[in-house]
């Protein structure tokens, strides 16, 4: 039995390893040894690289990753502290709030104390005044009698006096006489029944206070 040689295609024997004719070996693996091994280095360099490229990538993958997390970290610390900060200003702010809350609690505490002690016045002041008006009007009713009995003593004081005038000269003294004034005399003794009256009011108004004290209603 022949077959074809593999490297110049003529028949040869079947068993033979080796051509007789070019002398190239008929094992496939003898024959091809170059292209194997050329294969198998380029598979090698192929995976190598292959590999490298992975192992770079992954290396520039993680690089990224791990400068994205510093990133994110640095505005999380970033944002941490503003935070931090907009804290503080916010218990600033509060404490603030507190102390201007407490103040006005106190200003109106202070405004409402001075309103009732003005309230309080205020009615004292009111209760003064009716009671100065009871006194006014008490007084004045006083004034008034008393100018009434001032002017019955006046024109009782000068019906005598002309009664005492009469009395020698008319010897009709027994007669009766009538005890009004004319009216003449009137007129001329009214100034002096006014200064009088004024007299007897300044010497009776101390007496009258002195002597009848009203009721205080005044709560001072």
């Known amino acids: 039995m022949t077959k074809q040689c593999r490297s110049c295609k003529r028949e ?3 068993g033979q390893s080796t051509c007789y004719i070019c002398g190239s070996q008929q094992s496939f693996v003898r024959h091809n040894i170059t292209s194997i091994l050329l294969s198998f280095s380029l598979l090698g360099t192929v995976s190598v690289a ?3 490229y992975v192992v770079q990538s992954v290396k520039q993958s993680e690089s990224e990753r791990l400068q994205l997390i510093e990133s994110i970290n640095a505005e999380s610390s970033k944002k941490l502290q503003t935070l931090q900060l907009q804290l ?6 509060l404490e603030l709030a507190k102390t201007n809350a407490a103040q006005v ?10 309103t009732e002690a003005a309230e309080k016045r205020a009615k004292k002041a009111e209760e003064r005044a009716a009671w100065l008006s009871k006194e ?3 007084f004045k009713a006083t004034i008034k009698e008393l100018n009434s009995k001032t002017s019955d003593i006046q024109k009782a004081t000068l019906t005598s006096t002309k009664n ?3 009395s020698p000269n ?15 005399e009137a007129v001329k003794s009214e100034p002096q029944n006014e200064a009088v009256v004024k007299d007897s009011q300044l010497d009776n108004s101390p007496q009258q206070t002195s002597n009848e004290k009203p009721t205080p209603l005044n709560p001072e």
Do not use: F, G
Request: glycine share 0%; no cysteine; hydrophobic share 20%.
């Open 12 to 14: 040869i024997a079947k």
């Open 50 to 52: 292959s590999y490298w």
């Open 88 to 93: 503080e200003q916010a218990n600033q702010k």
């Open 105 to 114: 609690s106190n200003a109106a505490t202070d405004t409402s104390l001075k």
């Open 136 to 138: 006014n009007r008490r």
């Open 164 to 166: 005492q005038q009469q």
């Open 170 to 184: 008319s010897p009709s003294s027994q007669v009766p006489v009538d005890n009004k004034p004319t009216e003449q």
